[in-house]
């Protein structure tokens, strides 16, 4: 950024499998902490679960066969798959979690909670909405918001159910007027919520009124967006990474859209596909006739990471570039994946009592820490 300080610095031409360090660069490489699910060759986007008890877990659709997993060690399951072709591939999948418990909405179809017990999916009620016309949900500010192709609708803070309109629960909605073509994605920001839609974005500030708890309008300078994989919302942080279609942009309540990285624009809207074969030491470079397939998250608010693929391509995506957001440098992975996203352990949070440590009697463990029972029984 600092053209007379950086001016005749070395710079790296080509990089993969490479991330930016303070000094330079590391290489990499990858494990693998949870075994495969033999034959599976659906999986797609990954969601974290939480529940009342904070219990973790990791979600994937998979066009409805709704992979869980509970603890790595457990492997994953299916759990209440859908009857095939109910579950599409072009079935929107959102969550929102609210008052510690994570919702599953299928597009048109309904709202769910995973229960732990019985290891399935559990249909719930929004009361005041028609599930047949919803087409996702998100979280913000206590509330659960559900959204359609043209109206949002935000439920009681008591109740995250119930969406009947009332000035004694402050559930409410109405139709998006600053949204230019139809909604595709509510995704939760710092202070409120983005309406993303097909050639704009909109803003939804709280306003800390139970009876208008959203300021709605448009935010200036920003495109329109196909699918919400495009928009980096996992976290807290107070601004999106978009790729719209006025290139990489940055979305944010307060300080409205402006465009960044017009070298990644350049790169990806380019269509160029680059890689150096590590096999016969060769450089080759592809200019494809369609566009890349892109997927932007960003994980533990310090790494921007965009996937790219050739579209139709298996695996999806083969290539993520990296951006350090503390270092403001660059690295790149190569590696065939459908996801990238912030990885918490999944597990249970029960709690560990003497009677779980049973056959062993309780002076068994008198020489024991609290942290070595954790080796012991399951809890």
């Known amino acids: ?33 949870v075994v495969a699910l033999p034959e599976a060759t659906d999986f797609d986007k990954p969601f974290t679960l939480t529940n009342l008890n904070l219990n973790r877990a990791v979600f994937v659709p998979a066009n409805g066969k709704n ?35 994570t919702y599953i909405y299928f597009e ?28 996702g949900v998100c979280a913000a500010n206590g509330y659960l918001i559900a959204f359609d192709e043209t109206s949002i609708a935000w439920s009681s803070q008591i109740n995250p159910l119930d969406f009947v309109p009332s000035l004694v629960t402050g559930a409410g909605g109405g139709s998006v007027e600053d949204a230019k073509g139809a909604i595709i994605a509510c995704l939760p920001i710092a202070n409120g919520f983005v309406i993303y839609c097909e050639k704009n ?9 139970n009876n208008f708890p959203y300021n709605i309008i448009e935010i200036p300078n920003s495109g329109g967006v196909t699918v919400p994989e495009r928009i980096s919302w996992q976290g807290n942080s107070d601004t999106h990474f978009v790729w719209s279609d006025q290139g990489f942009q940055t979305v944010s309540l307060i300080g409205g859209s402006a465009n960044v ?20 030491l060769t450089w080759n470079v592809e200019y494809l006739t369609a566009q890349l397939d892109i997927k932007i998250s960003v994980i533990s608010d310090q790494y921007l990471v965009v996937s790219y693929g050739i579209l139709g391509a298996s695996p999806r995506f083969t290539y993520a570039i990296v951006y350090d957001l503390n270092r403001l440098r660059w690295g790149k992975l190569k590696i065939g994946h459908v996801a990238s996203f912030q990885w918490n352990t999944p597990g249970n949070n029960t709690d560990l009592t003497y009677a779980a440590l049973e056959p062993n009697p309780y002076t068994f463990y008198i020489d024991t820490t609290y942290a070595e029972l954790a ?5």
Not at 11 to 24: D, I, K, R, W
Not at 201 to 209: C, D
Not at 375 to 379: E, L, P, Q, R
Request: glycine residues 10%; proline residues 6%.
């Open 261 to 280: 990285f017009p070298e990644i624009t350049e790169f990806l809207a380019g269509r160029i596909y680059e890689d150096f074969d590590e096999t016969t």
């Open 1 to 33: 950024q600092d053209l007379g300080k950086d001016k005749g610095v070395p710079q790296v031409y080509y990089l993969h499998n490479s991330m930016p360090t303070s000094n330079g660069f590391q290489a990499i490489g990858y494990d693998l902490n």
């Open 108 to 135: 048109k179809i309904g709202l769910y909670i995973y229960d732990e017990p019985s290891n399935t999916l559990v249909v719930q009620t929004m009361l005041g909405l028609d599930p047949a016309d919803i087409l």
């Open 67 to 101: 992979y869980i997993l509970e603890a790595p060690g457990n492997g994953w399951m299916s759990v209440s798959p859908f009857d095939p072709g109910v579950i599409t591939s072009d079935t929107l999948v959102t969550t929102a979690t609210v008052q510690r418990q």
């Open 201 to 209: 974005a909109v803003a939804a500030k709280y306003t800390g009124n």
């Open 375 to 379: 080796t012991y029984g399951s809890g």
